[in-house]
């Protein structure tokens, strides 16, 4: 049995204040949830975030990390600052990372190497663009993705990996996968970890869903046995809508 997880992707959103408001809003509506339920807020919003979340079942998460321990890395924070922090998960390799900000499939294996060397639990991000899936090259992005963002991995190392699949053109679209997509990609991807790695991991490994998920298509897209959670994006702003996804089967 895979313990599903959601975890809400702030993204550069909410200062301390509202930070500390968000989460008071969310902590009794999100309290004996059957899913893990991580928020993954701006760096300088942790701390807020830890003392808001003290005592309920909400686990904090970061966005990002660097690779070194310490450095000439003007901008960057280390796993050790997050960990410090008393940070649980780091999103890693996220699309808008990759187009944005130069991320490449290198950086985030690297990344990912500094988190769990720091025994942060990771949320990688592989996903295709419009482009991509338009000329049918899915598959074979996605499988370069996961074999050159985890190269070097050792089996074990895979309990602490989550892997969020978030087709970069159903990120803030309003256009989700259909749950029939979502689970057909999300299969392919634990068939290629299976391949690649091991089958005993594939089966144990937490994939989630991301782009556009929300109150209305949550239930749906987990109802499906690949998907294990989602990564929430503009929908985890809002206390009562993540919430809503939270509790999928409720709604
Ligand atoms: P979205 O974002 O839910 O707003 O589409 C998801 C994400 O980028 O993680």
Known sequence: ?????IAGNWKMNNTQKQTAALIAELRPL??????????CVPY????????AVRGSNIKL???N???AESGAFTGEVSASMLKELKVEYVIIGHSERRQYFG????TVNARIKAALAAKLKVIACVGETLDERMTGRTEQVLEEQIIRGFQ????????????AYEPVWAIGTGKTATAEEANATIAFIRKTVAKKFSPLIAGRLRIQYGGSMNAKNAKELMAMPEIDGGLIGGASLKAEDFSKVVNYNNN
């Open 152 to 163: 070097g991995f050792k089996t074990r190392e895979f309990d602490k990996i989550v892997i």
């Open 30 to 39: 999100v309290e004996g949830a059957e899913s893990e339920v991580v928020v």
């Open 103 to 106: 991320e490449t499939d290198a």
């Open 44 to 51: 300088t919003s942790l701390a807020a975030a830890r003392k």
């Open 61 to 63: 998460g970061a966005q």
């Open 1 to 5: 049995m895979r313990t599903p997880i």
């Open 65 to 67: 990390v660097h690779w």
